[in-house]
């Protein structure tokens, strides 16, 4: 099993350039989640799935959008990048969407907006 | 605004020291409080949790103290190794809001020979 991967690994882009961020996972899981991590604020929640055909708005959802394409796959588009929006992007799966749940999480995106 | 307040940003023990991080909430409505390990160029993982309903709970040379009254809970780690060397997020959950995590901005530690 591959848990949750991601790609691309690594991604430069220009300002309003537009991107997609792949998030696969392979464990069953219903619910998943987009964090960005930025030095000194930990990680935020930009949007989360908590099943397949659901989306919901975390804590920073400005800038992003969302599709849940199925139950294994949840990617996060950036319609026009802006240079605030670099940062280490990371998805997480989890079994259900209560509490407790563990959280497991991909090995990240890193994008630069220039 | 920080809803999860983790102290010290950065840390350094010797190797078989004690390891202690802190981390502090406001809102009386959280009812999960996960501690997460990231390795670098790695995603995080979890590495102990506790509810609020127990004072303490321990995992091999990881332990959370929770001191609900103070709304503080902290993670120790014992006998501290090199290879314990990473960044540590404390995180909280709140009842009714599903498995959304609010986390803490980490704790760089390095464990020295």
């Known amino acids: 099993n591959a848990g949750v991967t991601q790609t691309p690994k690594f991604q430069v882009l220009k300002t309003g350039q537009s991107m997609t961020l792949q998030c696969a996972q392979d464990m069953n899981h219903n619910s998943m989640y987009w964090y960005r991590q930025d030095p000194g604020m930990g990680l935020r929640l930009i949007y989360y799935?908590?099943?397949?055909?659901?989306?919901d708005k975390g804590e920073v959802p400005n800038g992003y959008n969302v599709s849940r394409l199925n139950k294994r796959e949840f990617s996060l588009r950036l319609e026009s990048a802006a240079p605030s929006q670099t940062s280490v992007y990371f998805c997480?799966?989890?079994?259900?969407?209560?509490?407790?749940?563990?959280?497991?999480f991909g090995p990240g995106t890193r994008l630069t907006v220039l | 605004q920080q809803q999860v307040k983790q102290s010290p940003q950065s840390l350094i023990v010797q190797k078989g020291g004690i390891s202690i991080i802190n981390c502090a909430y406001e809102n009386t409505a959280f009812d999960y409080f996960p501690w997460y390990q990231q390795f670098p160029g790695k995603g995080p993982a979890l590495l102990i949790a506790i509810r609020p309903d127990v004072s303490e709970k321990k995992e091999g040379r990881f332990t959370i103290s929770f001191n609900k009254s103070a709304k503080q809970f902290s993670l120790h780690i014992m006998d501290s190794q090199p290879g314990d060397s990473a960044t540590y997020f404390c995180?909280?959950?709140?009842?009714?809001?599903?498995?959304?995590?609010?986390f803490g901005t980490g704790t760089q530690l390095k464990v020295e020979l």
């Open positions: 997480a799966s989890s079994f259900l969407e209560t509490l407790g749940n563990e959280q497991f």
């Open positions: 799935s908590a099943s397949e055909g659901t989306t």
């Open positions: 995180a909280a959950s709140l009842a009714g809001g599903g498995n959304k995590l609010t």
